[in-house]
């Protein structure tokens, strides 16, 4: 079993939908959850950073940590085609350790 | 600002051929860094990781090699290139104190061997 499970999709999604994307994960040392937005051919940026459990919301985004359920989510809200791409999730242990442990990555895909 | 580059962006190669890709950050001191390969269509597979100058860990054994021959340097190599080596190829940093997990990644590398 991976550490931390991700659909790979493809999500496709009409302009305007909310998407939901989701990670679950099995080691309950994690602390530190992070989702990255990769373009094609482009390296991962950071888009959300989030410390241990609950609710963190930038703009039309927001992350979601359940730690008792082992499951943190991505929300975006009024999606827009440029939202397209690929969505991953990653967490850490502990701070100061370095070392993520990413999914496999969601594509999604919002049609105009 | 930090910035982190890499270079070069592209790159074909023929089988058992050398390899050199570099990495360089700026804005930043004494980051941890790191190399990872992503694959079509998988996600980010560590290869190697460093706290310092001089100080690599290695994460999957193969034919690849990592240096950090100055605080900001990272450099992936081999000696002979397998098939098995084309991929993606990126560069991240981190700042290393406490609570910042966070990782920034450079623009990739994309490397074909053929």
């Known amino acids: 079993q991976k550490e931390v499970e991700q659909d790979p999709g493809p999500l496709s999604v009409p302009e305007g939908a909310i998407v939901s994307l989701n990670c679950t994960y099995s080691?309950?040392?994690?602390?530190?959850f992070m989702w990255y937005r990769q373009y094609s051919r482009k390296g991962p940026e950071l888009l959300m950073y989030?410390?241990?459990?609950g609710n963190k919301e930038d703009g039309r985004f927001t992350a979601q940590v359940d730690k008792s359920s082992k499951y943190i989510s991505l929300f975006i809200r009024d999606s827009q085609p440029s939202d397209s791409a690929t969505y991953l999730c990653?967490?850490?242990?502990?701070?100061?350790?370095?070392?993520?442990?990413f999914g496999q990555g969601t594509t999604l895909q919002v049609k105009p | 600002s930090q910035t982190i580059h890499q270079w070069p962006a592209t790159l074909v190669q023929p089988v058992g051929s050398p390899l050199s890709l570099e990495c360089t950050v700026e804005?930043?001191?004494?980051?941890?860094l790191y190399w990872y390969r992503q694959a079509a269509g998988r996600g980010l597979q560590l290869l190697f990781y460093?706290?310092?100058?001089?100080?690599i860990s290695s994460e999957v054994p193969q034919n690849l090699s990592a240096s950090r021959p100055q605080d900001r340097q990272f450099i992936l190599s081999s000696k002979k290139l397998l098939l098995s080596d084309s991929g993606f190829y990126l560069c991240?940093?981190?700042?290393?104190?406490?609570?910042?997990?966070?990782?920034?990644f450079g623009p990739g590398t994309r490397l074909t061997v053929l």
């Open positions: 460093s706290v310092g100058i001089g100080q």
């Open positions: 804005g930043t001191s004494n980051p941890n």
């Open positions: 989030t410390y241990s459990s």
């Open positions: 990653a967490m850490s242990p502990s701070g100061n350790t370095g070392k993520l442990i």
């Open positions: 080691n309950s040392a994690f602390q530190y």
């Open positions: 991240a940093w981190s700042s290393g104190g406490p609570g910042t997990d966070t990782q920034y």
